[in-house]
């Protein structure tokens, strides 16, 4: 396996740098340090997600004829490496452009797929993923959000939960249940819904990071049009099974402090012992994240030798996130030991390291259960990866009406 850039590869990475050199210094000019989920640094996020989309920078892999560069898988990576050392990287489309659209742009027909996924493209309209629901998290199928035919419309009510970013995006893609006389995956019926319904209610969940990033969203007999349906009646779970295998390669790769961060911050604090970074109970926590870090590392490289071959990643991206985000809330937890009394201090004017091992602290329980939890996806390796044998699953011939629920 050669881990360097082909000449063809070097190329468009030399392209890129020197667009991004030009390019990114007139967007900080612009907009300088925004304060993230403004109003001002949405508006500096589509700004720069029009610029890229002008040039050809956005949604590289998708067809130029409905916005995208017309590139490949590799060249998408590249561009994304070359971004984010540029420090531009808004989270504000990742979910709809990564999951939502690409799953329109299978299932919908032409005329929804010309109206929704150009201005997308270009960071007009964000999209957002109504999956989970209080009764049904990483159990998606078990969902209880009603859609009951009436006509040539759907009117639906029910509630879902964790939806990332509902409460400011235009368009969403839900999921819900259509026939509860069957098994519980063969009932479910997808549609795309308009955020901005006035049957649409979205309540900002206030997290303990101190960020609202996550909503409850009601639906009160919200009318859908069955030309809003993507894919076939009852084949819901099927529309579902492409959304989330884009969203677990999407937050496979999450951003956060590494080894490294916290090896430099042990470097400056000092114990009862001596330096943190003498303590040989904490080198040996070093030495097993650098043996995690290289292992996730080359299983990044085979998903990138696999792209660069026109090949889909499967169901191995579910390693990653297991990965990353396991190790994440563990070397935050020991950071923040580590610092002592300063441990305690979420102002990054008075915290060591900016408090960004408080912030990754406080954030990676919701990485752990975002795109499935661990126990999900470690069934997903078991199964699928591994060739295990398969869960136990008592509930897979029964109607869902029939499925005890407690109550």
């Known amino acids: 396996m050669d881990f360097n850039d082909s000449p063809?590869?070097?190329a468009y990475r030399e392209k890129a740098r020197a667009w991004l050199a030009e390019n990114a210094a007139a967007h900080r000019a612009k907009f300088g340090e925004l304060k993230p989920n403004t109003a001002e640094?949405?508006?500096?996020?589509?700004d720069w997600q029009a610029t890229k989309a002008a040039a050809g920078y956005a949604c590289i892999t998708w067809p130029a004829a409905i916005g995208g560069g017309g590139g490949t898988p590799i060249q998408s990576v590249i561009f994304g490496q070359e971004e984010g050392k540029a420090g531009l990287g808004y989270g504000?489309?990742?979910i709809g452009l990564g999951m939502c659209v690409p799953t329109v742009m299978a299932f919908s027909d032409s005329e929804t797929k010309k109206?929704?996924?150009?201005?997308?493209?270009?960071?007009?309209?964000?999209?957002?993923q109504l999956f989970s629901e209080p009764a049904g998290g990483s159990d998606v199928a078990a969902l209880r959000t009603r859609a009951v035919k009436d006509g040539d419309e759907w009117v639906i009510n029910g509630q879902k939960v964790w939806t990332t970013g509902a409460h400011y995006c235009d368009y969403g893609i839900l999921l819900t249940r259509?026939?509860?006389?069957?098994?519980?995956?063969k009932g479910l019926t997808m549609f795309?819904?308009?955020?901005?319904?006035?049957?649409?209610?979205?309540?900002?969940?206030?997290?303990m990071s101190g960020g609202r990033e996550f909503n409850e969203v009601y639906f009160t007999d919200l009318r859908v049009k069955d030309s809003q349906r993507l894919g076939e009646v009852g084949d819901g779970w099927k529309v579902a099974l492409v959304t989330l295998m884009n969203e677990r390669l999407a937050v496979g790769g999450s951003a956060g402090p590494n080894y490294r961060e916290v090896m430099k911050l042990a470097r400056d604090l000092t114990g009862p012992t001596g330096p943190a970074i003498k303590d040989q109970a904490f080198r040996e926590k070093i030495a097993d994240w650098y043996v995690q870090s290289e292992g996730l590392k080359f299983t990044r490289f085979r998903t990138m030798t696999a792209l660069s071959r026109g090949q889909t990643p499967g169901p191995e991206s579910s390693i990653g996130k297991i990965i990353s985000a396991n190790q994440l809330q563990e070397m935050a937890n020991t950071a923040v030991e580590m610092e002592d009394q300063y441990g305690i201090l979420v102002d990054p004017d008075h915290a060591p390291a900016e408090a960004a091992f408080q912030q990754s602290l406080m954030w990676a329980p919701g990485l752990r259960i975002a795109g499935g939890t661990?126990?999900?996806?470690?069934?997903?390796?078991?199964?699928?990866?591994?060739?295990?044998?398969?869960?136990?699953?008592?509930?897979k011939d029964v109607a869902f009406k029939d499925m005890p629920t407690g109550r």
């Open 115 to 128: 109206r929704f996924v150009s201005p997308a493209v270009k960071g007009e309209e964000i999209w957002c």
């Open 192 to 207: 795309w819904i308009d955020m901005k319904d006035a049957a649409v209610e979205c309540r900002p969940i206030h997290q």
């Open 8 to 10: 063809e590869e070097a």
């Open 374 to 395: 661990d126990e999900i996806l470690k069934n997903i390796i078991a199964e699928r990866v591994l060739g295990l044998p398969g869960d136990v699953r008592v509930d």
């Open 92 to 94: 504000y489309f990742t």
């Open 41 to 46: 640094h949405m508006a500096a996020a589509k």
């Open 178 to 185: 259509t026939d509860p006389d069957v098994p519980k995956h």
